[in-house]
T-cell receptor, first 112, second 111 residues
Framework: SQQGEEDPQALSIQEGENATMNCSYKTSINNLQWYRQNSGRGLVHLIL?????REKHSGRLRVTLDTSKKSSSLLITASRAADTASYFC????????????FGKGTLLTVNP | DGGITQSPKYLFRKEGQNVTLSCEQNLNHDAMYWYRQDPGQGLRLIYYSQIVNDFQKGDIAEGYSVSREKKESFPLTVTSAQKNPTAFYLCASSPAGNTIYFGEGSWLTVV
């Protein structure tokens, strides 16, 4: 079963613009993570936000979490062509931090 | 180099054959995972293991089997019972939950 749902499914922007992707989930979570995947490659961890946190930053990335709305957003500022990839949110819930459930991802294309 | 190594990168399976995908990690992580990814889709959990000699079914375990005899190794066998095995398979590991680290994946195609 898929816990997270990313929105939009695809996003195309110009270099230098900001990109915002959203993730909604269904049940209470322990934490929420964002991953990036270049085509045909493994996933790379970007950032983890715990259920008691509201915002985290890492370089050009900003993640917010609204547990009342069961949603998170990933903002990439000043995008670059190299940011072109699929972005996935993933959650853990219940008594386990081992079982990570992924959404279907947002395909971001940054045009030079 | 530390990391997760999956092999082979590309594998072809004939109908009715079992095939095994290898996954080795030298990160000293306790937990290991296998995910399946279909084109344009997210990842679905096949099996995961929190410690040696123990593993749990994920969301789509039917037609797959695993073993965890060593901490470093978590091979996945795709059996003939898996009727639609063509997919991208990703192995991952983590230090007791939280952030997980992925290998580069293996493409399996049925011919």
């Amino acid at each position: 079963s898929q816990q997270g749902e990313e929105d939009p499914q695809a996003l195309s922007i110009q270099e230098g613009e900001n990109a915002t992707m959203n993730c909604s989930y269904k049940t209470s979570i322990n934490n929420l993570q964002w991953y990036r995947q270049n085509s045909g490659r493994g996933l790379v961890h970007l950032i983890l936000i715990r259920s008691n946190e509201r915002e985290k930053h890492s370089g050009r990335l900003r993640v917010t979490l609204d547990t009342s709305k069961k949603s998170s957003s990933l903002l990439i500022t000043a995008s670059r062509a190299a940011d072109t990839a699929s972005y996935f949110c993933a959650t853990t819930s219940g008594g386990s931090n081992y079982k990570l459930t992924f959404g279907k991802g947002t395909l971001l294309t940054v045009n030079p | 180099d530390g990391g997760i190594t999956q092999s082979p990168k590309y594998l072809f399976r004939k109908e009715g054959q079992n095939v095994t995908l290898s996954c080795e990690q030298n990160l000293n992580h306790d937990a290991m995972y296998w995910y399946r990814q279909d084109p344009g889709q997210g990842l679905r959990l096949i099996y995961y293991s929190q410690i040696v000699n123990d593993f749990q079914k994920g969301d789509i375990a039917e037609g797959y089997s695993v073993s965890r005899e060593k901490k470093e190794s978590f091979p996945l066998t795709v059996t003939s019972a898996q009727k639609n095995p063509t997919a991208f398979y990703l192995c991952a590991s983590s230090p007791a939950g939280n952030t997980i680290y992925f290998g580069e994946g293996s493409w399996l195609t049925v011919v």
